[in-house]
């Protein structure tokens, strides 16, 4: 069984100390690609970096999460551009909206969003897509840029049907994360994800955030890595009669369509 987690913030400092057994625990799993997350200028630098430390196993995305949006200034687009261009940057993001926290005021998100949106259409680019309570404003600006860019995925899923369906109405593709495992906030995931079609799902660990809760024993550092993807990939079989090795096959096959990785090492 091989897996693809199109989504780990590896460069997150949590994995300074242990970087390389990281990359070799998520191996012995199965997980032998991964796309580096970037949610900040300094982060999809350090994003990028990994991924050419790490040649056909790590790729990295480039964006600005909404958290961030208030930091975001020309400066900080131009080198968004000059990243993106990179052959191993895979999609522009993660960008979107977050009106759970506001961090960032929601104009500013707004403003932020679209122009992040402008970079994927101009460099023809997938889009890395984040959006947390914000779905009226996140549907309405992205229904406006959708035939711009050539792909597009939800990152992180976490909404209702209806939601759900309208990113399927504009070709997106939905990641899930270890949510779906959290008996406690994760449940209605279980019924959506069988409403997803099979090339449009992919499966992800949002490292070192949200530990599947289905992990035994749970690690007392709380720290969630590549190496459990294989209990996302397990629940999602299980909501959506397959076996793990069908949904682990989907799942590539839809990762490296998307990302444009090496079906040969499918």
Not at 25 to 41: C, F, K, L, W, Y
Not at 120 to 128: H, V
Not at 165 to 176: E, K, P, Q, R
Request: glycine share 6%.
């Amino acid at each position: 069984m091989q897996l693809v987690d199109i989504g780990a913030n590896l460069g997150h400092e949590s994995f300074r100390h242990d970087f390389d057994a990281v990359l070799q625990r998520a191996q012995e799993h199965g997980v032998e690609r991964m796309i580096v997350t970037g949610a900040s200028r300094e982060g999809s630098e350090h994003a990028l970096a990994l991924a050419h430390a790490h040649p056909n196993r790590l790729w990295a995305t480039a964006g600005v999460h909404p958290h961030h949006a208030i930091d975001y200034d020309d400066a900080t687009d131009a080198r968004l551009r000059e990243l993106a261009q990179d052959p191993a940057v895979r999609a522009v993001g993660e960008t979107g909206l977050d009106y759970n926290r506001n961090y960032s005021p929601r104009d500013v998100q707004l403003h932020v969003f679209e122009r992040q949106l402008a970079i994927a259409a101009e460099l023809g680019k997938p889009l890395f897509l984040h959006q947390r309570d914000a779905h009226e404003d996140f549907i309405a600006l992205l229904r406006r840029w959708r035939d711009r860019v050539p792909a597009a995925v939800v990152h992180c899923f976490t909404d209702g049907r209806e939601a759900l369906h309208d990113y399927l109405a504009l070709d997106c593709h939905i990641g899930i994360t270890g949510w779906i495992c959290d008996e406690r906030r994760g449940t209605h995931l279980r019924e959506l994800v069988r409403e997803i079609p099979a090339d449009r799902l992919m499966i992800e660990t949002d490292a070192p955030y949200l530990l599947p809760r289905t992990v035994r024993p749970q690690p007392s550092h709380r720290r969630n890595e590549p190496m459990y993807l294989r209990h996302i990939c397990a629940e999602v079989a299980r909501d959506r009669g397959e076996s793990p090795t069908q949904t682990a096959a989907m799942t590539t096959a839809t990762a490296c369509r998307f990302f444009g990785l090496d079906t040969a090492a499918a």
